[in-house]
């Protein structure tokens, strides 16, 4: 009971901070009869708006189904709860017997995706409290990037999903992890990194365990048939999750064009040499005991598919920043980290102000153009940075848990809880 009630109070201080800072402006209007101030940005109340304006009816779009009858840019979970909060949003407007107008639409749909928010919120930190122990639970707390982006976009989801599998795979429940690992997947493709990892961990230990491991996986893995069910689903997937130009990437410092062709290639090759330099390590090794534990090496093989990926989003930023944060044993280490998350959740406080800092900065010659994406931007240095901070970081964890420079085992703060 405890442990609920400061879940519940923690929660509710993060939750409350990221409903406001986002907040529409007509709601601050409803409930402080004025706008105190302009919201952050949110990335899925911008997709609701461009969604609406193509589809061309807000009533038809809210009854609608996703890949059905419109195209979908998300993975199949997303695509599910995305129905459930716009047909929600509409039930919402049937039962109050109020007039359908796009401004009140984006403000009820806020509001369903923050309590959905505040949800995946408890689950996190239940399960955080459960594998984490207390002095590594305080820099996870103190998050900036959760703070921003706990009411942003479907990270969140992918985060919570990520603590269910290390807590799964530790109490041995494999169908469940496997179940959860397809979610993970059906939430975000970049997951699928993960599969050959514990494939090959599970079949090495639990041999007698692989088929219902592999029939947790499959489950959710089916319902990315429903892309094919609409002609631009597929394409609108691709072009978000595997983009041909190089967004926010830790590779855009090697060149000073974006999306050049050997870009895309590079981070997959760097991607899957961690995860096949881990998979080449004997588990039973006697070098490092931490590398026997099956959740640490989902935490670097999960991080390494974002830090070296062709799109990092800032919203990602939260499954690295905890990833390390759950990793580090070192204070100083864990410092780093937080100034990089710190870098991470300015990016889209910063992101649509790139053209005034370069207003400021007009003695570089930066050029006065919108464009946070080219290496020129002060926005991007910002990301770049972070990406710098993060991987060094990842680096310098990665080679001592795997043993790569120190014959001495590796304990971190919680070893046998991670």
Not at 82 to 97: E, K, P, Q, S
Not at 284 to 309: H, M, N, P, Q, Y
């Amino acid at each position: 009971m405890k442990t609920l009630y400061k879940v519940l109070v923690i929660s509710l201080i993060i939750w409350i901070i990221g409903f406001v800072v986002h907040m529409p402006s007509v709601l601050q209007k409803i409930l402080f009869r004025s706008e105190l101030f302009h919201p952050i940005y949110t990335d899925f109340l911008a997709y609701l708006k461009s969604s609406i304006s193509s589809f061309g009816s807000a009533e038809k779009y809210l009854m609608s189904n996703p890949y059905f009858d419109y195209p979908f840019a998300y993975p199949p979970l997303i695509g599910f709860l995305w129905l459930v909060l716009t047909r929600l949003t509409y039930f919402c407007f049937l039962m109050a017997h109020i007039h359908l107008s796009p401004e009140l639409i984006y403000n009820i749909f806020y509001i369903m995706y923050s309590l959905f928010s505040f949800i995946f919120l408890l689950i996190y930190f239940y399960f955080i409290d459960k594998t984490v122990d207390t002095k590594s639970k305080i820099f996870l707390f103190v998050m900036p990037s959760l703070l921003i982006y706990v009411i942003y976009g479907w990270a969140m989801l992918w985060l919570v999903l990520l603590m269910l599998l290390i807590y799964f795979l530790r109490k041995k429940y494999y169908f469940l992890s496997g179940l959860v690992l397809g979610l993970m997947i059906a939430t975000n493709p970049y997951s699928a990194v993960l599969a050959p990892l514990l494939i090959y961990s599970i079949y090495y230990e639990r041999r007698d365990q692989m088929r219902r491991f592999i029939g947790g996986v499959f489950i959710p893995l089916l319902s990315y048939t429903s892309l094919f069910l609409n002609d631009k689903s597929l394409t609108l997937f691709l072009e978000r999750y595997f983009p041909a130009s190089c967004l926010n990437c830790s590779f855009l410092i090697l060149t000073s064009k974006i999306g050049p062709d050997y870009i895309m290639p590079l981070s997959y090759i760097v991607t899957m040499f961690f995860v096949f330099l881990i998979l080449g390590l004997n588990v039973k090794s006697s070098c490092c005991r931490r590398l026997r534990e099956l959740g640490a090496k989902v935490l670097l093989v999960i991080t390494s598919s974002i830090l070296f990926s062709i799109s990092y989003l800032p919203q990602y930023g939260l499954i690295v920043a905890s990833s390390l944060l759950l990793l580090a044993r070192e204070l100083r280490v864990k410092i780093f980290i937080l100034l990089s998350d710190v870098l991470n959740a300015s990016i889209i406080l910063l992101w649509f102000h790139g053209l005034y800092l370069r207003k400021v900065l007009s003695f570089l010659d930066l050029g006065l153009v919108f464009n946070p994406w080219s290496l020129n931007s002060p926005v991007q240095w910002i990301v770049q940075i972070r990406n710098i901070i993060q991987i060094t970081v990842f680096l310098a964890i990665a080679s001592e848990i795997l043993c790569l420079y120190s014959k001495k085992s590796y304990k971190p703060i919680s070893a046998e809880k991670v």
